[in-house]
C-alpha cells in the first residue's frame, strides 16, 4: 500500500462540552460532543481509512442519481424539464475517476446510464454520454421508491470503492408500493450506502421523503419550484464529491453501572441515533454517522450514574470516532471523555452548559413543530397554536432566524419572546411542506 503524507488524512477531533458537576443523589449527565473533520486534502477527492488518496489519484466513491418519472412528473412539463437539466447539472459536478448511474424511477427501476448493470467511470467522454441519454427521460407509470434503492443499492456494490452514495428527486407519493416494502428496501440499504433525498413540487408525503434521507444518513429538502433543481442537484453532487472518509461511527463506551439514555446528532439537523447501536464489545456500542469531508456536527449524550457520595468522581462514558478496517478491527480516529463529579457546591451543581441548554432546546424545537402542524391537519386549532407558539418562542431566543421565518408563514407572531401567536388562516402547501421538511435543522450555539 502507498503511503501518504499526514497532510493527506482527514484529521478528526472530539471536544466534549459538559457540566460535570452533579449535586448528592445526582444520577444524570449530559454532554454535547463537537465532532470536527479537517485537512483532508483537495475537496473530492475521496478517501477512506485505511484506504487514502491523495490528489491525483483515483477517487474512492460511486454515486447514483435516481430520477422520479413517474406520470405525475409531466403535470406541469416543467418538472420532467427541471428533472433533467438538474440532473445533468448534476453529472457536471461528478470528479473524474468517480464510478456513477442514472436511473430512471417509476413502479419499476430502470438503467438510463450506462446500462447492462455497469456504472460509468467519470470523464468528459461519459459525462456527455449521460447527458445524451437523459433525453430519453420520458413520464409515465407509477411510483415504487424501494426498487429504485435497491437498483442504486446493486449498482453502487459493484464497484470496488469505499464511499457510495445516491441522490433521489421525487414529485409524488409512494403509491405502488406497501410501506413495508420501502421499509424493508430501506433497511437493506442502510449502512451501504448514504443517500440525499429531494421532493419537488408539493404533491409528495414529506414523512416519506425525510424518512428515506434519516434512514440512510443523508439530508432531505424541499424543492417548491422545478427552476430551482439545477442549483440544489450541483450543491448535493459538489457535497458529495467532498466526502473523504466512509463508515465512521461515533462509539460509545460505559463503565458498569452507567446506562445510556439517549444519543442524538443535534447539528447540524437533529437526528436521533439511539435505536441504532450495535454492539462493539463489552459495554461499548456504534452508532452510524455516515460519511465525512470536512465538517462538524454535534451530538448530544445522556447517562444515567449510579448513585456516589460527595467528593467522588467518575467516568461516564468515553466517546470515540472510529471506522473499521479490513481484519475487522476498528481505528480510533479521536475520542473525548465524559466526566461526573458529586459536590455540594450548589452553584456548581446546578449550572446548565451553554451547549447543553442550547440544543436541548433546538432538539424541543423540531419536536413541536411537527407536533404544531400534525395539530393544525386534526383540525385542533388550540394544540397547533400552543405547539407552534413555543416553536417561534424556542426560535427566538436560539437565533435560529430560518426556522423563524418558515414559522412566520404559517402563523402571524404577536409576541416572540412570549410564543404568542395566531395561526394563518390561509397557508400556502408550499410553506407549511417547507417548515416540515427543515424542522430539524439547528442552528449552533451564539458564540
Given at each position: 500500500?502507498a503511503?501518504?503524507?499526514?497532510?493527506?488524512?482527514?484529521?478528526?477531533?472530539?471536544?466534549?462540552?459538559?457540566?460535570?458537576?452533579?449535586?448528592?443523589?445526582g444520577?444524570?449527565?449530559n454532554?454535547?460532543?463537537?465532532?470536527?473533520?479537517?485537512?483532508g486534502?483537495?475537496?473530492?477527492?475521496?478517501?477512506?481509512?485505511?484506504?487514502?488518496?491523495?490528489?491525483?489519484?483515483?477517487?474512492?466513491?460511486?454515486?447514483a442519481?435516481?430520477?422520479d418519472?413517474?406520470?405525475?412528473?409531466?403535470?406541469?412539463?416543467?418538472?420532467?424539464?427541471?428533472a433533467?437539466?438538474a440532473?445533468?447539472?448534476?453529472?457536471?459536478?461528478?470528479?473524474?475517476g468517480v464510478?456513477?448511474?442514472?436511473?430512471?424511477?417509476?413502479?419499476?427501476a430502470?438503467e438510463v446510464?450506462?446500462?447492462?448493470?455497469r456504472l460509468?467511470?467519470?470523464?468528459a467522454r461519459?459525462?456527455?454520454e449521460?447527458?445524451?441519454a437523459?433525453r430519453?427521460?420520458?413520464?409515465?407509470?407509477?411510483?415504487?421508491?424501494?426498487?429504485?434503492?435497491?437498483?442504486?443499492?446493486?449498482?453502487?456494490?459493484?464497484?470496488?470503492?469505499?464511499?457510495?452514495?445516491?441522490?433521489?428527486?421525487?414529485?409524488?407519493?409512494?403509491?405502488?408500493?406497501?410501506?413495508?416494502?420501502?421499509k424493508?428496501a430501506?433497511?437493506?440499504?442502510?449502512?451501504?450506502?448514504?443517500?440525499?433525498?429531494?421532493?419537488?413540487?408539493?404533491?409528495?408525503?414529506?414523512?416519506?421523503v425525510?424518512?428515506?434521507?434519516?434512514?440512510?444518513?443523508?439530508?432531505?429538502?424541499?424543492v417548491?419550484?422545478?427552476?430551482?433543481?439545477?442549483?440544489?442537484?450541483?450543491q448535493?453532487?459538489?457535497?458529495?464529491?467532498?466526502?473523504?472518509?466512509?463508515?465512521?461511527?461515533?462509539?460509545l463506551?460505559?463503565?458498569?453501572?452507567?446506562?445510556?439514555k439517549f444519543?442524538?446528532?443535534?447539528?447540524p439537523?437533529?437526528?436521533?441515533?439511539?435505536?441504532?447501536?450495535?454492539?462493539?464489545?463489552?459495554?461499548?456500542?456504534?452508532y452510524?454517522?455516515?460519511?465525512?469531508?470536512?465538517?462538524?456536527?454535534?451530538?448530544?449524550?445522556?447517562?444515567?450514574?449510579?448513585?456516589?457520595?460527595?467528593?467522588?468522581?467518575?467516568?461516564a462514558?468515553?466517546?470515540?470516532l472510529?471506522?473499521?478496517?479490513?481484519?475487522?478491527?476498528a481505528?480510533?480516529l479521536?475520542?473525548?471523555?465524559?466526566?461526573?463529579?458529586w459536590?455540594?457546591?450548589?452553584a456548581?451543581?446546578?449550572?446548565?452548559?451553554?451547549?447543553?441548554?442550547?440544543?436541548?432546546g433546538?432538539?424541543?424545537?423540531?419536536?413541536?413543530?411537527?407536533?404544531?402542524l400534525?395539530a393544525r391537519k386534526?383540525?385542533?386549532?388550540d394544540?397547533?397554536?400552543?405547539k407552534?407558539?413555543?416553536?417561534v418562542?424556542?426560535?427566538?431566543?436560539?437565533?435560529n432566524?430560518?426556522?423563524?421565518?418558515?414559522l412566520?408563514?404559517?402563523?402571524?407572531?404577536?409576541?416572540?419572546?412570549?410564543?404568542?401567536?395566531?395561526?394563518?388562516?390561509r397557508?400556502?402547501?408550499?410553506?407549511?411542506?417547507?417548515?416540515?421538511?427543515?424542522?430539524?435543522?439547528?442552528?449552533?450555539?451564539?458564540?
Amino acid at each position: 500500500m502507498a503511503n501518504f503524507s499526514k497532510s493527506n488524512v482527514p484529521q478528526f477531533s472530539v471536544d466534549v462540552y459538559q457540566n460535570e458537576y452533579l449535586p448528592e443523589g445526582g444520577r444524570e449527565v449530559n454532554a454535547i460532543a463537537t465532532v470536527t473533520s479537517t485537512g483532508g486534502g483537495t475537496v473530492g477527492s475521496a478517501v477512506s481509512a485505511p484506504h487514502l488518496y491523495s490528489a491525483g489519484q483515483t477517487p474512492d466513491a460511486a454515486v447514483a442519481i435516481m430520477v422520479d418519472c413517474s406520470g405525475s412528473m409531466d403535470y406541469p412539463p416543467t418538472k420532467m424539464r427541471g428533472a433533467r437539466d438538474a440532473t445533468s447539472a448534476a453529472i457536471d459536478a461528478v470528479r473524474d475517476g468517480v464510478h456513477f448511474a442514472v436511473i430512471g424511477g417509476t413502479h419499476v427501476a430502470k438503467e438510463v446510464y450506462p446500462g447492462d448493470g455497469r456504472l460509468a467511470v467519470a470523464d468528459a467522454r461519459t459525462r456527455g454520454e449521460a447527458k445524451q441519454a437523459l433525453r430519453k427521460l420520458s413520464a409515465g407509470g407509477g411510483t415504487a421508491i424501494g426498487t429504485w434503492l435497491r437498483l442504486a443499492d446493486r449498482l453502487l456494490a459493484s464497484a470496488d470503492v469505499s464511499i457510495r452514495h445516491g441522490i433521489l428527486l421525487t414529485d409524488g407519493r409512494n403509491e405502488h408500493e406497501s410501506p413495508g416494502d420501502l421499509k424493508a428496501a430501506l433497511d437493506s440499504c442502510a449502512g451501504r450506502f448514504t443517500c440525499d433525498a429531494r421532493g419537488v413540487g408539493t404533491d409528495w408525503e414529506v414523512k416519506e421523503v425525510t424518512g428515506i434521507a434519516s434512514a440512510l444518513l443523508g439530508t432531505a429538502d424541499i424543492v417548491a419550484d422545478p427552476s430551482g433543481l439545477s442549483a440544489d442537484f450541483t450543491q448535493m453532487m459538489e457535497a458529495a464529491m467532498g466526502k473523504e472518509v466512509a463508515d465512521v461511527s461515533l462509539r460509545l463506551w460505559t463503565p458498569v453501572g452507567v446506562e445510556i439514555k439517549f444519543v442524538k446528532q443535534v447539528a447540524p439537523t437533529v437526528e436521533e441515533l439511539t435505536d441504532r447501536r450495535t454492539e462493539a464489545g463489552p459495554r461499548a456500542g456504534d452508532y452510524p454517522t455516515g460519511s465525512w469531508g470536512d465538517e462538524s456536527r454535534d451530538y448530544h449524550i445522556c447517562v444515567e450514574v449510579p448513585n456516589a457520595e460527595l467528593g467522588q468522581e467518575m467516568l461516564a462514558a468515553r466517546v470515540s470516532l472510529i471506522v473499521p478496517q479490513p481484519d475487522g478491527s476498528a481505528q480510533t480516529l479521536s475520542q473525548g471523555l465524559v466526566r461526573a463529579v458529586w459536590t455540594d457546591d450548589m452553584a456548581a451543581s446546578t449550572s446548565i452548559n451553554p451547549q447543553v441548554a442550547h440544543y436541548t432546546g433546538q432538539a424541543e424545537l423540531a419536536q413541536v413543530i411537527q407536533q404544531g402542524l400534525d395539530a393544525r391537519k386534526s383540525g385542533d386549532v388550540d394544540g397547533a397554536t400552543a405547539k407552534l407558539g413555543r416553536a417561534v418562542q424556542l426560535a427566538s431566543a436560539s437565533g435560529n432566524t430560518d426556522t423563524a421565518k418558515l414559522l412566520s408563514k404559517v402563523v402571524d407572531v404577536v409576541d416572540a419572546v412570549a410564543g404568542t401567536v395566531r395561526l394563518k388562516a390561509r397557508v400556502a402547501e408550499a410553506d407549511e411542506m417547507t417548515l416540515e421538511t427543515r424542522s430539524t435543522k439547528t442552528v449552533r450555539v451564539k458564540k
